[in-house]
């Protein structure tokens, strides 16, 4: 090909010979210095300047003599610059590799040209996700579930790892298996399959005592994980018209029509801006508004109180359920549990948008209370199902009790007629199958059942959603408009956006599930890799071959969402804890049976791993006065960073402020005007007639602004304050048609915006 | 079809293209094949209408100045070596860029370098200072026709105000600098040249 000139074998030549001209024109300045030293005494300088100048010329003399007087010197030098250079190249060509494993990057490029950055987002959010979902899988996967399988007993041979014969005959139905009972009960995807045995195979691998660390675990990584990508991100507001001039054009976009809604998009995001200028200087004072913003939040309250009580009742009749015959259970009531709580996260929501249309909110702030009210009732959710299931525990219990007194009476009798029939020392174990074994309600399981139903139903909504409230849209707006009296495409109902705060709530909420899930079943983490994997493909299908692009600019930063994630999986390290504080394990299931409290795995390695030094050391250490002390203290130290935080905070306020009235008191007594509130002023026209703000609208501008319903409309239709300002996508640019591109030039105001290029099969 | 020779890279300008820009031999290479594959008219040289095909740049309201911005004054043709010139300036800046002459001037893809490139694109008439009526036809460019003029005229003036420290109701490329500190321009003005 053109230009290709011999590039391999001369790379090599290329270097040395590169090193070589290095050393030439080190020489050449040497030779300088030394001449230059020769004469320093001869010129006309201060002797202070003479013996600098000296002492710097000498360093340097010294410093490359050695390279370059020797002949071994030489060569020396050259290897480490022909090293360096090799370590470069190499380190280049494996930075090229490392690029070309990064996943789903040309997918999510190709969603970013076409939607913008802010969907984009999104997208880069769930693959980051998936990383780290893939860390955690690893580290469960490698040091629980391979040891299990690998060195532990295998199927079969113990009770709890069996399909008991009571429930044999059913094992292998579908219907039971769906419900992950059965075969799916009993295998390592829950907690119940995993042995006590304190060490296991040759390699004498401590099980249990990894299970307990490694479920600690998964929370300390996500932890470091989430904290490590928790950047700073100040909102600035200082230079806010000029960075929309100067940095509002979003280059990643490539498609003509995601250019069109960036146009739109900018145009919003300059009118919104002035309204926050606006905003600025006013103080609401309003008691009617104050009055009804208590009363929305009392609303929310009363809301959450009830899903949470919702989602309790829901899970004492699933109980009911689960004690009745299964023949008698619909599957919609075997399955109830799992779709109230799927749809009260999908049907709640837009009650708490409408109940926001009452507190009168600017847009963003509004979109604020929107998001953390949405967390809340996630969390409200996943704390209530919890506790509810954690109430049922002690039922169990009190079962496991009458099991247990059974079981030794059981063998008792056998033992005792094995003893008065035989009299060698042999003393066989009574000859139970271990499918006969009557095993206890394992609870720890029960649990992980539960909430790996949840995770599938969750993906089954999220599928059924995009199907429906997207691809099915999306066929029946751009196929029945040939035929239907309105136009679908421009009002109702139109083609979808893509929601991304609720897309993210979602995946947020579905992690907190997997983080509190996974202690109780390891198998939950396989699941959700498969969800993340399935989503991203699903998702970016029908994000481009469905959705259209914002027309509304988005405000959400990412930085907000990680807060979200932060506080999620702190919500979600309570509950385990909960489980691992105060419930005792299973006597017969888990790794942790026949101990009085989970933790006492930790207890019992001291004591018998450990040196008599480290015994005693710990148990000063956990002396309970110690700990109150050591968390007194780091309460403490937390605390004072607050404060000394809030204190940078405040001088970092007040000093900007400063700044401002100095620059625009600099400015008047320039300019000789009493204020620059002119400017104010006429901002103030730029306002259109229908805003938050009652502000005295010129006609003028009003009616440039408002929207007359003749001219085509966005295809999203003209609701929302700030839509009525745009009325047609911008006409021919300034610029000449360009050669090549066939985009349509001049829209006439009377043709209806049609968006037939969107769909793409 | 004028003399093929010319149009092969030698080894001495790549040499020399290396220096100048810091870029890499093979990223060199690399480049100059997409030269070549814009170069429809197989000339050595690139003229506007190569540079409109890309589509990212026809759609950019900035696309025509930033067009511009890779010919040299008055010249309807750049040749390679401008346009390795202009695409230095989008080298990402690396940390242990040893400058190994530290008399030499500050390489092309400096943050200085980078934000005088953004602040040419503005500054039309190259007097170190974007004026309002600058200002008004950047905005003109990006919001079409559906704003009228004095608003456009106060959004204008609103930014200067903002802006201007020394009340010459302009902005000055240090004024530019201080707009753009909080800005990540090291990140957002580099692209990532496969070696």
């Given at each position: 090909?053109?230009?290709?000139?011999?590039?391999?074998?001369?790379?090599?030549?290329?270097?040395?010979?590169?090193?070589?001209?290095?050393?030439?024109?080190?020489?050449?300045?040497?030779?300088e210095?030394?001449?230059?030293i020769?004469?320093?005494?001869?010129?006309?300088?201060?002797m202070n300047?003479?013996?600098k100048?000296?002492?710097?010329?000498?360093q340097?003399?010294?410093?490359?003599?050695?390279?370059?007087?020797?002949?071994?010197?030489q060569?020396l030098?050259?290897?480490?610059?022909?090293?360096s250079?090799?370590?470069?190249?190499?380190?280049?060509?494996?930075?090229?590799?490392?690029?070309?494993?990064?996943?789903?990057?040309?997918?999510?490029?190709e969603?970013?040209?076409?939607?913008?950055?802010?969907?984009?987002?999104?997208f880069i959010?769930?693959?980051?996700?998936?990383?780290?979902?893939?860390?955690?899988?690893?580290?469960?996967?490698?040091?629980?579930?391979l040891?299990?399988?690998?060195?532990?007993?295998?199927?079969?041979?113990?009770?709890?790892?069996?399909?008991?014969n009571?429930?044999?005959?059913?094992?292998?139905?579908?219907?039971?298996?769906?419900?992950?009972?059965?075969?799916?009960?009993?295998?390592p995807?829950?907690?119940?399959?995993?042995?006590?045995?304190?060490?296991?195979?040759f390699?004498?691998?401590?099980?249990?005592?990894a299970?307990?660390?490694?479920?600690?675990g998964?929370?300390?990584?996500?932890?470091?994980?989430?904290?490590?990508?928790?950047?700073?991100?100040?909102?600035?507001?200082?230079?806010?018209?000029?960075?929309?001039?100067?940095?509002?054009?979003?280059?990643?976009?490539?498609?003509?029509?995601?250019?069109?809604?960036?146009?739109?998009?900018?145009?919003?995001?300059?009118?919104?801006?002035?309204?926050?200028?606006?905003d600025?200087?006013?103080?609401e004072?309003?008691h009617?508004?104050?009055?009804l913003?208590?009363?929305?939040?009392?609303?929310?309250?009363?809301?959450?109180?009830?899903?949470?009580?919702?989602?309790?009742?829901?899970?004492?009749?699933?109980?009911?359920?689960?004690?009745?015959?299964?023949d008698?259970?619909?599957?919609?009531?075997?399955?109830?549990?799992?779709?109230?709580?799927?749809?009260?996260?999908?049907?709640?929501?837009?009650?708490?948008?409408?109940?926001?249309?009452?507190?009168?909110?600017?847009?963003?702030?509004?979109?604020?209370?929107?998001?953390?009210?949405?967390?809340?009732?996630?969390?409200?959710?996943l704390?209530?199902?919890?506790?509810?299931?954690?109430?049922?525990?002690?039922?169990?219990?009190?079962?496991?009790?009458?099991?247990?007194?059974?079981?030794?009476?059981?063998?008792?009798?056998?033992?005792?007629?094995?003893?008065?029939?035989?009299?060698?020392?042999?003393?066989?174990?009574?000859?139970?199958?271990?499918?006969?074994?009557?095993?206890?309600?394992?609870?720890?399981?029960?649990?992980?059942?539960?909430?790996?139903?949840?995770?599938?139903?969750?993906?089954?909504?999220?599928?059924?959603?995009?199907?429906?409230?997207?691809?099915?849209?999306?066929?029946?707006?751009?196929?029945?408009?040939?035929?239907?009296?309105?136009?679908?495409e421009?009002?109702?109902?139109?083609y979808?956006?893509?929601?991304?705060?609720?897309?993210?709530?979602?995946?947020l909420?579905?992690?907190?599930?997997?983080?509190?899930?996974t202690?109780?079943?390891?198998?939950?983490?396989?699941?959700?890799?498969?969800?993340?994997?399935?989503?991203?493909?699903?998702?970016?299908?029908?994000?481009m071959?469905?959705?259209?692009?914002?027309?509304?600019?988005?405000?959400?930063?990412?930085?907000?969402?990680?807060?979200?994630?932060?506080?999620?999986?702190?919500a979600?390290?309570?509950?385990?804890?909960?489980?691992?504080?105060?419930?005792?394990?299973?006597?017969?299931?888990?790794?942790?049976?026949?101990k009085q409290?989970?933790?006492?795995?930790?207890?019992?390695?001291?004591?018998?791993?450990?040196?008599?030094?480290?015994?005693?050391?710990?148990?000063?250490?956990?002396?309970?006065?110690?700990?109150?002390?050591?968390?007194?203290?780091?309460?403490?130290?937390?605390?004072?960073?607050?404060?000394?935080?809030k204190?940078?905070?405040?001088?970092?306020?007040?000093?900007?402020?400063?700044?401002?009235?100095?620059?625009?008191?600099?400015?008047?007594?320039?300019?000789?005007?009493?204020?620059?509130n002119?400017?104010?002023?006429?901002?103030?026209?730029?306002?259109?007639k229908?805003?938050?703000?009652?502000?005295?609208?010129?006609d003028?501008?009003?009616?440039?602004?408002?929207?007359?319903?003749?001219?085509?409309?966005?295809?999203?239709?003209?609701?929302?304050?700030?839509?009525?300002?745009?009325?047609?996508?911008?006409?021919p640019?300034?610029?000449g048609?360009?050669?090549?591109?066939?985009?349509?030039?001049?829209?006439?105001?009377?043709?209806?915006?049609g968006?037939?290029?969107?769909?793409?099969? | 079809?004028?003399?093929?020779?010319?149009?092969?890279?030698?080894?001495?300008?790549?040499?020399?293209i290396?220096?100048e820009?810091?870029?890499?031999h093979?990223?060199i290479?690399?480049?100059?094949?997409?030269?070549?594959?814009?170069?429809?008219?197989?000339?050595?040289?690139?003229?506007?209408?190569?540079?409109?095909?890309?589509?990212?740049?026809?759609i950019?309201?900035?696309?025509?100045?930033?067009?511009?911005?890779?010919?040299?004054?008055?010249?309807?043709?750049?040749?390679?070596?401008?346009?390795?010139?202009?695409?230095?300036?989008f080298?990402?800046?690396?940390d242990?860029?040893?400058?190994?002459?530290?008399?030499?001037?500050?390489?092309?893809?400096?943050?200085?370098n980078?934000?005088?490139?953004?602040?040419?694109?503005?500054?039309l008439?190259?007097?170190?200072?974007?004026?309002?009526?600058?200002?008004?036809?950047?905005?003109?460019?990006?919001?079409?026709?559906?704003?009228s003029?004095?608003?456009?005229?106060?959004i204008?003036?609103r930014?200067?105000?903002?802006?201007?420290?020394?009340?010459?109701?302009?902005?000055?490329?240090?004024?530019?600098?201080?707009?753009?500190?909080?800005?990540?321009v090291?990140?957002?003005?580099?692209?990532?040249?496969?070696h």
């Amino acid at each position: 090909s053109l230009g290709r000139t011999s590039t391999s074998s001369s790379e090599e030549s290329d270097e040395e010979s590169v090193a070589e001209m290095e050393a030439a024109r080190l020489k050449e300045e040497l030779e300088e210095k030394k001449k230059f030293i020769a004469s320093l005494k001869s010129r006309p300088w201060r002797m202070n300047r003479k013996l600098k100048c000296l002492k710097d010329a000498q360093q340097f003399v010294e410093k490359f003599e050695g390279y370059l007087g020797k002949g071994k010197g030489q060569t020396l030098y050259i290897l480490k610059v022909t090293m360096s250079k090799k370590w470069n190249k190499f380190n280049r060509a494996f930075k090229n590799i490392m690029t070309a494993f990064i996943p789903w990057e040309k997918r999510i490029k190709e969603v970013e040209s076409h939607f913008g950055a802010s969907v984009g987002s999104y997208f880069i959010f769930l693959r980051w996700l998936y990383g780290m979902n893939l860390m955690l899988f690893v580290l469960v996967f490698g040091l629980v579930v391979l040891p299990e399988v690998l060195l532990g007993a295998p199927y079969g041979t113990i009770p709890r790892k069996i399909v008991p014969n009571s429930e044999k005959d059913k094992a292998m139905d579908v219907a039971i298996l769906l419900e992950f009972e059965g075969y799916f009960k009993y295998s390592p995807l829950f907690y119940g399959y995993y042995n006590n045995q304190r060490t296991v195979g040759f390699l004498h691998y401590r099980l249990p005592l990894a299970y307990f660390l490694v479920g600690i675990g998964t929370f300390v990584y996500s932890l470091i994980a989430v904290v490590r990508r928790y950047a700073n991100n100040s909102e600035e507001r200082e230079f806010a018209f000029s960075w929309i001039l100067f940095t509002s054009w979003d280059f990643l976009i490539g498609n003509s029509e995601a250019a069109d809604s960036k146009f739109a998009a900018i145009i919003t995001n300059i009118k919104e801006s002035i309204v926050d200028e606006e905003d600025k200087k006013r103080c609401e004072n309003v008691h009617a508004r104050r009055c009804l913003r208590v009363l929305a939040n009392l609303i929310t309250f009363l809301c959450l109180c009830g899903s949470g009580y919702l989602i309790y009742y829901v899970v004492k009749r699933s109980v009911v359920f689960a004690a009745m015959d299964k023949d008698k259970v619909t599957w919609m009531e075997k399955n109830e549990l799992e779709l109230v709580v799927s749809l009260l996260g999908v049907a709640v929501p837009p009650l708490f948008e409408g109940i926001s249309e009452m507190e009168e909110f600017h847009p963003r702030v509004a979109l604020k209370w929107q998001l953390w009210r949405i967390l809340a009732l996630f969390i409200a959710n996943l704390y209530s199902l919890t506790f509810a299931l954690y109430d049922e525990v002690p039922l169990k219990f009190e079962k496991e009790n009458a099991i247990k007194n059974a079981t030794m009476w059981a063998m008792k009798e056998n033992y005792g007629n094995g003893t008065m029939l035989s009299n060698s020392s042999a003393v066989a174990q009574p000859a139970l199958h271990p499918a006969d074994v009557m095993q206890g309600p394992c609870w720890e399981t029960g649990i992980g059942i539960e909430f790996m139903k949840l995770t599938v139903s969750n993906i089954e909504l999220a599928y059924l959603t995009i199907l429906f409230s997207d691809f099915l849209r999306a066929l029946l707006v751009r196929y029945l408009n040939y035929c239907w009296c309105w136009d679908l495409e421009a009002g109702f109902p139109s083609y979808g956006e893509f929601d991304i705060s609720g897309n993210v709530l979602t995946i947020l909420f579905s992690q907190a599930v997997i983080w509190v899930g996974t202690f109780f079943s390891p198998g939950l983490l396989g699941v959700n890799m498969i969800r993340l994997v399935t989503s991203m493909y699903i998702q970016s299908w029908a994000v481009m071959c469905c959705n259209i692009p914002h027309s509304k600019p988005f405000r959400i930063s990412s930085h907000f969402y990680k807060v979200l994630l932060f506080i999620m999986l702190c919500a979600s390290i309570i509950p385990v804890l909960y489980a691992i504080m105060v419930f005792p394990p299973s006597f017969d299931c888990g790794p942790f049976s026949e101990k009085q409290k989970m933790y006492d795995i930790i207890t019992e390695t001291i004591e018998k791993d450990f040196s008599a030094f480290w015994v005693t050391f710990f148990s000063y250490a956990l002396n309970p006065g110690v700990v109150v002390l050591v968390v007194i203290l780091m309460v403490l130290v937390i605390y004072y960073l607050k404060i000394v935080s809030k204190s940078y905070q405040k001088t970092n306020a007040d000093l900007r402020k400063k700044l401002r009235m100095r620059r625009e008191e600099e400015k008047n007594q320039m300019n000789n005007k009493d204020s620059s509130n002119h400017i104010m002023k006429d901002l103030e026209e730029l306002l259109p007639k229908k805003t938050v703000i009652q502000l005295s609208t010129k006609d003028k501008m009003g009616e440039s602004l408002k929207l007359s319903p003749k001219n085509g409309t966005m295809a999203n239709g003209a609701d929302g304050r700030f839509r009525n300002a745009v009325t047609r996508p911008p006409g021919p640019r300034m610029v000449g048609h360009l050669p090549g591109m066939p985009r349509l030039q001049i829209v006439s105001p009377g043709s209806a915006r049609g968006r037939g290029q969107v769909i793409r099969w | 079809m004028g003399s093929r020779a010319s149009t092969l890279l030698r080894e001495e300008e790549i040499e020399e293209i290396k220096k100048e820009t810091g870029f890499s031999h093979s990223q060199i290479t690399r480049l100059y094949s997409r030269f070549t594959s814009l170069d429809k008219g197989e000339n050595g040289t690139l003229s506007r209408e190569d540079f409109q095909r890309i589509p990212e740049l026809a759609i950019n309201p900035l696309g025509d100045r930033i067009i511009n911005a890779f010919f040299p004054e008055g010249e309807d043709q750049v040749n390679f070596r401008g346009f390795m010139r202009t695409l230095a300036h989008f080298r990402p800046i690396e940390d242990n860029e040893k400058n190994k002459d530290p008399t030499a001037s500050e390489p092309l893809n400096s943050r200085n370098n980078k934000l005088r490139f953004a602040f040419r694109l503005y500054d039309l008439d190259r007097d170190d200072k974007i004026s309002r009526d600058e200002l008004l036809q950047v905005l003109r460019m990006m919001v079409g026709v559906n704003i009228s003029d004095e608003q456009l005229g106060s959004i204008a003036d609103r930014t200067i105000q903002e802006a201007d420290q020394n009340g010459d109701n302009s902005i000055s490329f240090n004024e530019f600098i201080k707009v753009l500190e909080k800005v990540d321009v090291e990140q957002k003005m580099s692209i990532r040249f496969l070696h």
